[in-house]
């Protein structure tokens, strides 16, 4: 028999309601958690309702204008995190659910929008810009400052074609070659022959200047009129011919020149103030021999601008003295007048930059009114432009044939040179082609 207080400890524990937010809710209760209310303006959010067993979390009420956003709703028991109230117009988001049993944590509400920060310059980088920007003003400037210049003194000269050379490239392999003529004509209109070749080349390969002078008197093959001396295929065919006649002989392309005369030589000379030179008492009285054609020539009385030192040595020379010692071809014959010539080009190469700056209008007028080339004004510019890094490489000179490689011929009752073309062309192809 049962014990009364057995079946009294058996009975069911009656379930107790809990309070919550003044609403009764009972935990074993089936449904959706409650949503909290909206705030009116002012007022404050409703808090979000209790969950159902499996309901997903309550959701916090939106905050009214001022207000403030309820709090999320207790999590359900497999439910999703519970979701902050958004906030109001002025108002403060709610406060996210606590986690559910198997979900994650609430989510915060999206913060307000924030200004974006201006990045703040920086001193050295506005400095080095600055300092850009104003060098590549000063490069422009002087482009075209350089432009104005060269077609100005381009203007001046007369340009000459010659013939399919013109077509072909100003620089071939890293190497410029520029052939510079003097002829011996002495009246106006006649072109005589080539009096001096000096084939100016300038190789990035090697990065020298080189300075050539041909002998006249190189016994060669003139491309269309047989064999003869060199300066003879000026006579024959001009500028274009002589050109030709280098190329095929001593196996350098060229296909550019510069005619100079008498008037451009002098004229230059004068221009950068004259030239310093070591002369023998010998050389003196030939300037002064040589004086007398080019005073003649020119109108001026006989005996001006003799020398009047008589003994060698350090002897100041002006444009018509120079001259005269460059021609002198009876004292070394004419290696030594090539030799005197490349001479007198060394000390106008070194005081023309000076002579440039201090005067350029000067040395414009005296030189370019008396040059004839069939280089383009593109040209000119082009190698004006390349002024500033072509006048660091190394200047070096020397005559073709060279030293030990020539020898003294009659053909056809004419006193020549023959020369082992062979090796003077290893020559130039070493100090303008392989690079160092």
């Known amino acids: 028999m049962k014990n009364d207080r057995d079946v009294e400890n058996r009975r ?17 209760q089936r449904g959706n958690a ?4 909206n705030a009116c303006q002012g007022g404050r959010g409703g808090n979000g309702g209790a969950p159902g067993a499996p309901g997903r979390p309550g959701r916090g009420g939106s905050a009214g204008q001022g207000g403030r956003g309820g709090n999320g709703g207790a999590p359900g028991a497999p439910g999703r995190p519970g979701r902050g109230g958004s906030a109001g117009q002025g108002g403060r988001g709610g406060k996210g659910g606590a986690p559910g049993a198997p979900g994650g944590s609430g989510r915060a509400a999206a913060p307000a929008g924030r ?35 060269t077609k100005k003194a381009y203007s001046l000269m007369s340009y000459e074609e010659a013939g399919d050379l013109d077509k072909e490239a100003l620089t071939a392999e890293g190497v410029t070659n520029i052939l510079l003529i003097g002829n011996d004509s002495r009246l106006a209109g006649e072109d005589g022959r080539s009096d001096a070749m000096i084939l100016v080349s300038i190789s990035k390969n090697t990065g020298k200047i080189l300075t050539t002078s041909i002998l006249r008197d190189v016994y060669v093959e003139i491309p269309g009129h047989g064999s003869n001396r060199l300066n003879a ?84 020379l002006n444009g018509p003295q120079s001259l005269a010692y460059a021609r002198n071809r009876y004292l070394g014959t004419d290696f030594g007048r090539t030799e005197r010539q490349r001479k007198v080009m060394e000390q106008i190469a070194k005081k023309l930059p000076g002579a440039a700056f201090n005067d350029l209008d000067s040395l414009i007028q005296a030189l370019c009114p008396n040059l004839t080339t069939n280089l383009t004004l ?27 490689t020539w020898w003294d011929e009659t053909i056809d009752s004419m006193a020549v040179l023959g020369i082992d073309f062979d090796a003077n062309k290893e020559y130039l192809r070493e100090n303008l082609y392989i690079e160092k």
């Not at 974006?116 to 590549?136: A, D, G, Q, Y």
């Not at 040209?379 to 044939?401: K, M, N």
């Open 12 to 28: 069911e524990p009656v379930i107790q309601p809990i309070r919550y937010e003044d609403e009764y809710v009972n935990y074993d």
């Open 34 to 37: 409650g949503r909290g209310g």
């Open 115 to 149: 200004e974006k920060k201006r990045r703040k310059s920086h001193p050295i980088r506005t400095f080095f810009i600055t300092i850009l920007v104003c060098l590549l003003l000063v490069v422009i400037a002087l482009a075209g400052i350089s432009f104005v210049i």
């Open 233 to 316: 295929a000026y006579a024959f065919g001009g500028p274009e011919l002589l050109m030709e006649t280098i190329e095929k002989n001593f196996d350098i392309p060229v296909s550019r020149y510069v005619l100079v005369n008498f008037e451009a030589f002098a004229g230059v000379v004068d221009a950068v103030g004259g030239v310093d030179l070591e002369l023998s008492a010998e050389e003196i009285a030939w300037v002064n021999a040589y004086l007398n054609e080019y005073n003649e020539l020119t109108g001026r009385e006989f005996g001006y601008d003799y020398l009047t030192q008589t003994e060698g040595g350090m002897v100041h």
């Open 378 to 404: 593109k040209e000119c510019y082009g190698l004006v432009l390349r002024a500033p890094f072509i006048i660091r490489y190394e200047r070096q000179s020397t005559g073709l044939p060279l030293e030990g």
